[in-house]
């Protein structure tokens, strides 16, 4: 019940009681946590199409208001890299109102799953499309850092991936040897800066390092004020995009896709928090949060927000345990961009490369995505399909196709597992306990009148198995007087199920075959019963045990004489 309350941590702490004492490491790390964001934030909205400061604004903006409605006590929120592929997609598409539209509409889904108790259902997104789709928006991601990172001049960079991969090739003569060198010592830094102190995040001085080298010597490569020009130190006034009838129809697709991302890494860094602080989130309480803020961050012309996990865990490991330090991370980011903001324009694009490029490494997590090729074949393929498809085709269709492919090989699994036969001739099972070996043996073995079968189905009975129960039914060569049917491992049964149900009564009925019912559960003995089989059945007819139905059995037969 706790993970299902609708209730933000923030009030949770409040009541608890808060105090100097907890709120000095809150303090401390949300401070920390605020510097490391300054330029994913930036990295992260300028990879996506954005400007660099719609970047700041989603963290300041939704960043607020995820740790102030969270259903976690340490979830840092803001851009994140997942969103990277399918924002740049929207913006070169549909432009900025696409986006802010495809955002406000993936708010509001958010709220609905929140409040639909969606939160438990997410977490059942089969994991190798949740592997395939990350490390392919992980190689799109170093992929469109190719460019800044070399220096590389002339044209503009494709979209398409294979088409990204010949304009390096075509254009990599004009790589800038600074620029080469600024990326370089951007992604040393970041390896190498946590052996002398993880207090101050690497990125961050990389940005610092690099920044001072470039301006102090004046090299001659790209900076965030060359192609963008300078960046604002005040938020932007709140404002509703241009939203119209044909633009809500045509990001449908995309707010799914947004909503359930959103919700996957939200939830993801919610449950890996948990392991580290011992805590519990509130997983519809958390959907709610990140709905509301984005649909805050579209009217503060930001972009699509989520649950960070490497922040939240930044958080953690500085001492934060409130909700207080992510609200501070978010004052922070806001004193930043007021005092700061017009330095940034002075970044060099190659440093920002070497973020995202360490960003796109460890969000691969390759290790994991070789390991899954040890897994059964039909997670492999989902893996491969969604990773291909994230790639070359989008991210939208990747977790579409993928889902469904691993929902249609899973109902294959669950039918092999069903297994169905008749007893009385050639019923061919993989025996797993004693018990069930003895019974079969038992079974085989007792004298079973003529003109009685015994069907038994093994395992839940949906529509994968239906097929399979309708062909072994189909292969009697001579219609029983009597059809004893087993179901007392049958735990389940769906519409499908009902159906092939039906269509064995009503032959039965026709070729003058009464039908007994052996071991029915109380499950699927009520979803008879709602559906209106039972009718077909006589009360008399159900029988609790197998040595019931043949008991049963010689009765009619011996009412038939």
């Given amino acids: 019940m706790g993970r299902n309350k609708l209730k933000p941590k923030l009030i949770t702490v409040l009541k608890e009681g808060y105090s100097v004492k907890k709120f000095v490491p809150d303090l401390i790390a949300g401070v920390i946590v605020g510097i490391v964001a300054l330029p994913l934030a930036i990295a992260f909205a300028i990879a996506s199409g954005v400007k660099p400061e719609q970047g700041l604004y989603t963290a300041v903006a939704a960043g607020f208001i995820i740790s102030c409605l969270s259903g976690s006590r340490v979830q840092i929120g803001g851009p994140t890299g997942a969103f990277i592929v399918i924002v740049y997609g929207i913006i070169q598409k549909y432009g900025y109102d696409g986006l802010a539209t495809a955002t406000l509409m993936a708010g509001f889904l958010l709220i609905f ?79 190498y800066w946590p052996r002398v102190t993880r207090r101050i995040p690497g990125s961050f001085i990389a940005i610092v390092l690099t920044t001072l080298i470039v301006h102090v010597f004046h090299l001659p490569i790209e900076t965030i004020g060359s192609r963008f020009g300078g960046v604002p130190n005040t938020l932007p006034m709140p404002h509703l995009p241009n939203i119209s009838l044909d633009l809500i129809a045509k990001m449908s697709s995309p707010a799914l896709t947004i909503a359930v991302l959103a919700g996957i890494e939200s939830l993801l860094s919610a449950v890996v928090a948990d392991g580290m602080t011992g805590n519990r989130h509130r997983s519809n309480m958390e959907l709610i949060a990140q709905g509301v803020a984005n649909i805050a961050s579209p009217v503060m012309g930001g972009i699509p927000a989520t649950g960070a996990i490497a922040r939240t865990a930044t958080n953690i490991k500085n001492g934060g345990r409130t909700p207080f330090a992510g609200i501070i991370h978010a004052v922070t980011l806001l004193l930043i961009l007021i005092f700061f903001g017009p330095w940034a324009s002075l970044i060099p694009m190659a440093a920002l490369a070497g973020i995202l490029i360490s960003v796109a490494y460890n969000m691969s997590e390759w290790h994991l995505f070789v390991r899954m090729f040890r897994s059964p074949k039909s997670d492999v393929i989902v893996l491969v399909t969604t990773f291909l498809l994230t790639v070359f085709v989008d991210l939208t269709a990747a977790i579409k196709f993928g889902v469904v492919l691993a929902a249609l090989l899973f109902m294959r699994r669950m039918s092999e597992a069903t297994q169905v036969g008749y007893i009385t001739d050639s019923l061919v099972e993989q025996e797993t306990d004693e018990e069930d070996v003895v019974d079969q043996s038992r079974i085989s073995q007792k004298d079973i009148p003529e003109g009685v079968e015994v069907f038994e189905i093994n395992g839940p009975f949906f529509f994968g198995a239906a097929d399979k129960f309708k062909d072994t039914i189909r292969g009697l060569e001579k219609k029983p007087e009597v059809l004893i049917l087993r179901m007392r491992h049958v735990p389940t049964i769906d519409a499908t199920g009902l159906s092939a149900l039906e269509n064995v009564f009503n032959f039965s009925r026709h070729d003058g075959t009464r039908v007994i019912l052996s071991g029915l559960q109380s499950g699927p003995f009520k979803k008879l019963k709602r559906a209106g089989l039972l009718k077909y059945v006589e009360d008399k007819n159900i029988q609790p045990t197998v040595d019931h139905a043949i008991g049963r059995a010689r009765q009619i037969l011996q009412e038939n004489k």
């Avoid at 190719?146 to 075509?170: C, H, M, N, S, W």
Wanted: net charge neutral.
């Fill in 113 to 191: 799953m929140g409040f639909a108790r969606f939160g438990d259902i997410i977490k059942y997104i089969p994991y190798p499309v949740t592997v395939g789709f990350t490390a392919g928006i992980a190689l799109i991601i170093f992929a469109a850092q190719v460019r800044d990172f070399l220096g590389l001049t002339g044209g503009t960079v494709p979209a398409e991936f294979i088409e990204k991969i010949r304009y390096y090739g075509e254009h990599a003569h004009t790589f800038n040897a600074h620029a080469v060198f600024m990326g370089l010592l951007t992604l040393l830094v970041i390896i």
